[in-house]
């Protein structure tokens, strides 16, 4: 199948890790930013094919993972009340709130829906004009231009009672908070491919220079990841830090300009909170004013929301690339994707369920025998 076969053929893998190899002749840390990523390195065991001087550490690109649990929160009490219908992607409905999920509003008669796009969402509304219809829109630069556009088409055709919860989060804000961590320890950075096939890579040059970190983007296939961990290796045993496209078939440097106009016209920077790190100066988007009228925060008047995070949870700490799941003592045992304590178990992207599914359950050597 192309772009499918052709990017797993395990000859050329061999050969790109033998060059990976052949290459290397220091330690280094290089950070995959997106959770499919995670997914693809933990799957295909290439973190444990490279050579023992090479870390992955595993970035916080997991849309799931990242939304903050106040906007959790605020979807279940938008979700419970009378006369709505919450519209949401199906791995919303397992992250944990403060108290309780979306499966658990659902079965307490609240009207939750999974669609498998925000426009669904605005048909649902169209048919359905007597109730509110609410999409959660979450996610990075990838999932918030169908976002943007499903609240365009809504002013376009005057759909009123179609609203959006909003939890938009830009990756190069992150690149730059986890540089700017005391703790940080990440030389060089697999940038997202799905996320500059949207919005090219021109924000990426002036993170490389600041910080001096190599930065390729990457697609996702194993040997996309290899020849991205190739490039990133080569530069940093050569001193450079440039921005690389390792992903050209998705990626120009100029990204989608049609999805770039979209979300000019329907979002503006904010201020984001990203779930286990903080909040995030300019990290994030938000309906510009003129569809303001379209947010479901201030429609439904969800203001001050009480959130508790859970104590047990370490996914702020995976999230930043910290600690690697298995660390978190409740990995495993308390916490499974069956009965998560924390979004990164709970989502297809998080990288606490890539080491549950792909059965790394062992603590890594170092931390063991700690
Ligand atoms: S294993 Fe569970 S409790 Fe631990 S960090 Fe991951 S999601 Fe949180």
Redesign the pocket.
């Known amino acids: 199948m192309r772009y499918l076969d052709e990017f797993s053929n395990p000859e050329s893998a061999r050969r790109l890790i033998e060059e990976i190899r052949a290459v290397t002749t220091r330690r280094w840390s290089i950070m995959e930013v997106c959770g499919g990523q995670t997914h693809s390195i933990i799957r295909h065991g290439i973190d444990q094919l490279l050579p023992d001087r090479i870390e992955m550490i595993h970035g916080p690109g997991c849309p799931v993972c990242v939304t903050p649990l106040e906007i959790i929160d605020k979807a279940l009490e938008i979700a419970a009340r009378p006369g709505v219908i919450f519209c949401s992607f199906g791995d919303m409905l397992r992250v944990p709130g403060s108290e309780r999920d979306l499966f658990r509003v659902k079965s307490e008669g609240g009207d939750v829906r999974v669609v498998y796009s925000p426009l669904d969402a605005l048909t649902i509304a169209a048919q359905n004009p007597d109730r509110q219809v609410v999409f959660f829109g979450i996610g990075f630069e990838t999932t918030a231009p169908a976002n943007a556009m499903t609240v365009y088409q809504a002013r376009k055709r005057g759909i009123e009672n179609f609203s959006l919860l909003v939890s938009h989060v830009l990756v190069p804000p992150a690149i730059a908070a986890i540089m700017e961590s005391p703790q940080c320890r990440v030389q060089g950075f697999l940038a997202a491919g799905h996320v500059c096939s949207v919005m090219g890579t021109e924000e990426y040059p002036p993170l490389a220079e600041k910080y001096r970190v190599p930065m390729v983007v990457t697609g996702f296939e194993p040997l996309d990841i290899l020849e991205g961990i190739r490039r990133t290796v080569l530069q940093l045993e050569q001193g450079r830090h440039e921005v690389e496209n390792a992903y050209p078939r998705a990626v120009r440097a100029e990204g989608n300009a049609a999805a770039k106009a979209m979300l000019a016209d329907v979002f503006e920077v904010t201020d984001r909170g990203w779930r286990g790190i903080g909040t995030i100066p300019r990290s994030g988007w938000r309906l510009a004013p003129r569809y303001r009228h379209y947010d479901a925060e201030q429609r439904f008047a969800v203001g001050d929301l009480h959130t508790e995070e859970?104590t047990?949870?370490?996914?702020g700490?995976?999230l930043q690339g910290l600690i690697k799941?298995n660390e978190?003592?409740?990995?495993?045992t308390?916490?499974t994707p069956r009965n998560?304590?924390?979004?990164?178990?709970?989502s297809s992207e998080?990288?606490?369920a890539a080491y549950?599914l792909y059965r790394r359950l062992d603590l890594p050597a170092e931390v063991a025998h700690a």
């Open positions: 859970s047990v949870c370490r996914s700490e995976v799941p978190c003592a409740a990995f495993g308390t916490c998560p304590l924390g979004a990164t178990m709970v998080g990288a606490c549950y």
